[in-house]
């Protein structure tokens, strides 16, 4: 019988699972897992690492994500309605003209 054997770099989770940085390559079945301390904690990620992590993740899943034209767009209405709100309170902030008393 041959011994199929392949290493893969992981994370030991506080749950006790473990999150594999790849899929095994070895065929379904029974497995023997040792697991050893691989070295040095990594570094604290930041969230630019986070960012990098959730795209790849979304890519991997064909997620395609949102373009810079979708992006920019979101952001000049989101613009224009602030300005709207903005002028509508100016509007409310000024004394009503009138032929008051």
Same mark, same amino acid.
């Given at each position: 019988?041959q011994v199929?054997?392949?290493?893969?770099? @992981?994370?030991?989770?506080?749950?006790a699972?473990? $999150?594999?940085?790849?899929? #095994?390559?070895?065929?379904?079945?029974?497995v023997r897992?040792?697991?050893?301390? @691989?070295? #040095?904690?990594r570094?604290? !990620?930041?969230l @630019?690492?986070?960012i !990098?992590?959730?795209?790849?993740?979304? !890519?991997? =899943?064909?997620? #395609?994500? =949102?373009?810079?034209?979708?992006?920019?767009a979101?952001?000049?209405?989101?613009?224009?309605?602030? @300005?709207? $709100?903005? =002028?509508?309170?100016?509007a409310?902030? $000024?004394?009503?003209?009138?032929?008051?008393s």
């Open positions: 019988m199929i054997e392949e290493t893969i770099d @992981a994370t030991l989770e506080s749950n699972e473990l $999150r594999l940085t790849h899929p #095994p390559r070895l065929p379904p079945g029974p897992v040792t697991i050893r301390v @691989a070295g #040095p904690a570094p604290q !990620r930041g @630019a690492d986070v !990098r992590e959730i795209a790849t993740e979304q !890519r991997s =899943r064909s997620f #395609p994500g =949102r373009s810079l034209t979708d992006l920019n979101e952001e000049d209405a989101c613009l224009a309605e602030d @300005a709207e $709100r903005e =002028r509508e309170l100016d409310a902030r $000024r004394p009503a003209c009138g032929g008051g």
